[in-house]
């Protein structure tokens, strides 16, 4: 790669520059993408199914050399704003076999624009490990085999110490990602994730171990004040919106979601769990130092912890957060907070993803107390609920892909399938991906998002309707997007549906643009921000078409891939009650969640027997050229 | 009706009360409408196509007692701001049958907003004429046998002085409006017209003569500073955004018109006229005596025009518009202004739509030329093009039925209909309504406007698509709707689609609100307005789904009413090019139109084959209560 052409700061956010890294050649071009791209797709989510779409062929193994994986930031990545410290990454999941992506925050996707680079695109498979090391306008491969097999932390600091530079930021896979387990994720600045959907292994699987950063650019938005102006404005009001994350860290409603039943308990069979023992306030309590955030955040949402007995914590790779509480944790029956601590440490230490290495094992332990997985086939494991030691053995196992461990990082569709006799009903994922930590069954509209969503379950591209069931602030943002009503939790009408439709396309505005969740801007605000950073005079109906334009990108892979409606279901547990506890009583109905989604099909404007995009939607969003990769039924009007 | 329950101003600009007058009961009652409402249809044409859609019955008769007349102000209507003097009036259409509406300026609106109502829907007919008495929270019924006949001005002068009080404002018919002209309009204030579809006809049906209005309240927007600062603003910026329109009133680019083949000459038959003798310069120069406008408008648009010789020009009707210049002039093949501006004034005294009446008489007057109309049938007026003197003759013959008046009173459709013999390929209508004053031959979005309006050929349904040719304000604006790129005039493919439908769909929450297009006010501006206007958290991502919401609705109407995609074409004459001047080698492509109107209907969401509303389209504008209005093989999924 050569210098940047020119040093002058642009009036605006991005620069579109984009590294092109084949890695079987061992070459890097440099492509830019033009102002109309950002302001259709915003980066992020938008320029990975860009991408995907275009470039990944249909069919293609999502761990060979075909498969892109794509470093995206985006329009407001590394404003000095809170929220907007995030970049995604994406690729054809190996977990899944469709749409794949992750957003993840820390300093990395600050310091690659600050580097003069908005976003990478990796094609091809090295002959032998490597690392990319991109520094202000340049952009090299190096060799890696003395990084292979390192854990995050030593692969950091190894990186920082041989390029001489103790501010580099590195992305990077541990053993998780190098053994392909279908869930592997990457780290950067070792607390950060871009956890779901398995884009360790496609990383592993192309022998990039890293991807070094270091940046003294600035980046310059179009009306700084504006950004000043809101960051100071979010800044003085951190306590007020977002207090539970700002003092506790994510999981601060703990113990509510043990009493209202969203907590998933011991494979989200059961309900009731001693959560005290394992909640952030406790966390505070006991082995928590410090609070830690990403870059120009004020909401600071990550717990550091540290424990020396009986086996030592490193604060350095963060501390858990909620979802790994209730993965790792209540999941699997486990309540001995220390072992998740411990668990987490691991999995960010070897780039496993926690909530689905969690849902692995809470599969395997109730798939062991039925007796269809036998003490031989678990290597002797006391593989009972709530054996924490159990539970840390096979975090152990998956990241180096050893004994049982072997089998679980196949993910709990691919062991659902091999174990057969039923386990289906229990297996919790939708395409593929392991449910995260929140219940359907209590949250109505999550089923209609895991049900939806291109990535397989995920609580990021649901509407937690929790929010909508009264008077508030969530209720009084929504309604900017024409949400004027409250609703109950258990409804799934039309109104409940057209409300988790315009939150899941603002959710994957944000994953484009790239935005955090945590953060309570408005609706408004956003596209204030997507102004003030590009000087478009950028509007929330853009935002929103922009949402939908990706959304629709993300099905149309997933499409092309033989995705159908019959893909867009929950597996059978969801539909029947808890065995105990607050959900005893309460399925999700099939019939009902049946209707939505033909409901939520035709306001997406997707095809009501295939779940596809239909040509029309594609249309109007200005997708004409996406048409041709429809399937051909897919192709007649409509 | 009783007295306001209270008196104190609300926190916002409407009170959602509604008068439903029955006329043949002669009973007055009250109705709220709710802010949900107002938030989803803004008033305005969402307030008519509301009603309508629910209160009138499949192939009611549009002069019988069962249609609606409804007068309809929005949230913006009546704030002290440049365009938001205006309301709309509608009811079915005598002349198309299916949706019809009109948008008019002046005051009227804005006093009976002041007098506590904000819309009123008429239903019935009144045994003996009446007028109807709104004041202060207070309405009656009262005789009107004294007032039938009178010309606009009589009746308005007669009852300021019976009511007591010059100020009142006074919408009403005359001799057009009582003789069921199919195009009579209702005039308010002398000078503003609702001039389109014929309900000054629906008005005479009900034996309705007038409406007097007078309000001493006040319209208190939730934020006054916001509505001041845009209203300074607009009135700092009128010379440089709303130049022409502000000096010279409208048709200020007439002469540019006819050098671009804009202006229709000779029903749309020729090209080349001398328009130096009609255009707005020369009526500056010659018989103008002062501009006039709406109440608070900074721009000042409407010409008013005094003459006396060779007869009188009355200045207390204004003077004429472009749309008068070029119907009752050019089309006509006339170019004598002070004919025109007679014909406009008469038109004004009798309610006769100028558009309408002028393209009746074209069409008969190309009819005449073709000998398709015997010198008998004509009662003996030489009604070649360009005979001044006979279209005078025709306004007078149209307003009182008389002669080949009430021929050319049923308007060209049925006009063709009656005199067949190929005359329906010269019959400048759609679904019934004549053609205004915009060529689709030049500007290819506008075929596409006129073809799926609603209400028939109109332009201030569609886009002008020279503002599209290259970079300017216009364009600035449209970004903020995702239209980012300039296009030329003849295109029709997917990006000038969906640049017609936003735009159609803005237009549309425009007439709901109700706005003025002629304001340059940005997208944003108008959602910022209604934010003012109202206290809601409002976008610009709602004011589009209102917008879309009413198009919705009003197309639906027509659906149920039997329109279908055949509805939605324009007759042959714009498919040939003119025999001379600019366009004499140019016309529109009847493939390419079809094919866009393809993609419109995708785009849209409206079924390819029949034009109507989809299910899903409806159910996505939360209009799932409209789904059983859709003819049976509409209601089926999609």
Known sequence: ???????????????????????????????????????????????????????????????????????????????PLSGAARHAVGAKSPLTGGFGAAEVGGFWGTELKRAGVDAIVVEGRAPRPVYLWVHDGQADLRDAAHLWGLETKECEARLREELGDARIRVACIGPGGE??????????????????????????????????????????????????????????????????????????????????????????????????????????????????????????????????????????????????????????????????????????????????????????????????????????????????EAMLALVEQIARRQGLGDFLAEGVRRMAERIGRGSEAFAMHVKGQEYPMHEPRLK???????????????????????????????????????????????DLGPAKVRATWVYIVDQIAQNSAVLCDFVPWSFSQRAEIVRAATGWNFTLFEWMKAGERVLNLARLFNAREGFTAADDWLPLRSFQPATSGPLAHTAVDPARLGEALGTLYRVAGWDPHTGWPTRGRLEELGLEWAVEYLPPAGRRAG
């Open 1 to 79: 790669m050569a210098h940047q052409e020119g040093t002058a700061p642009l009036s605006r956010s991005f620069t579109g520059r984009v590294l092109r890294v084949d890695l079987t050649q061992g070459r890097i071009d440099v492509e830019t993408l033009d102002d109309a791209f950002y302001r259709r797709y915003l980066g992020g989510w938008g320029t990975i199914a860009h991408c995907l779409l275009r470039e990944v062929h249909p069919g293609a193994d999502p761990l060979g050399p075909a498969n892109r994986l794509v470093f995206a930031t985006g329009v407001v990545t590394g404003l």
């Open 179 to 388: 053994n392909l387990v279908r869930y592997a994720c990457i780290m950067n600045d070792l607390k950060d994730a871009a956890g779901r959907t398995g884009l360790g292994a496609v990383m592993g699987s192309k022998n990039l171990k890293a991807i070094a950063v270091r940046g003294t650019g600035r980046i310059t938005p179009a009306d700084p004040e504006t950004i000043q102006r809101l960051a100071k404005w979010f800044a003085s009001k951190v306590e007020e919106l977002a207090y539970g994350w700002h003092t506790l860290g994510t999981g601060a409603a703990m113990p509510t979601f043990e009493l209202t039943g969203n907590l998933p308990v011991r494979n989200f069979r059961d309900g009731g769990f001693p959560v005290e023992k394992i909640s952030p306030e406790t966390i505070r309590d006991t082995i928590r130092i410090g609070m830690d955030g990403c870059f120009a955040c004020a909401i600071r949402c990550k717990k550091v912890v540290k424990v020396d007995e009986p086996y030592p914590v490193d604060p350095a790779y963060g501390g858990p957060e909620y979802e790994t509480l209730a993965a790792l944790g209540s999941a699997c029956g486990v309540d001995d907070l220390i072992a998740i601590a411990k668990a987490n440490e691991r999995c960010n230490a070897y780039t496993v993803d926690t909530i689905s290495a969690g849902m692995a094992i809470a599969f395997a332990m109730e798939c062991y107390e039925r007796g269809l997985l036998s003490p031989e086939e678990v290597g002797g494991l006391d593989l009972r609920f709530g054996n924490a």
């Open 444 to 490: 109505r509209a999550l089923a209609l998002g895991y049900a939806i969503s291109p990535t397989g379950a995920d609580h990021n591209h649901s509407l937690h309707d929790t929010a909508l069931e009264k008077e508030g602030l969530a209720l009084q943002n929504l309604r900017e997007l024409g949400v004027l009503e409250p609703m109950p939790l258990d």
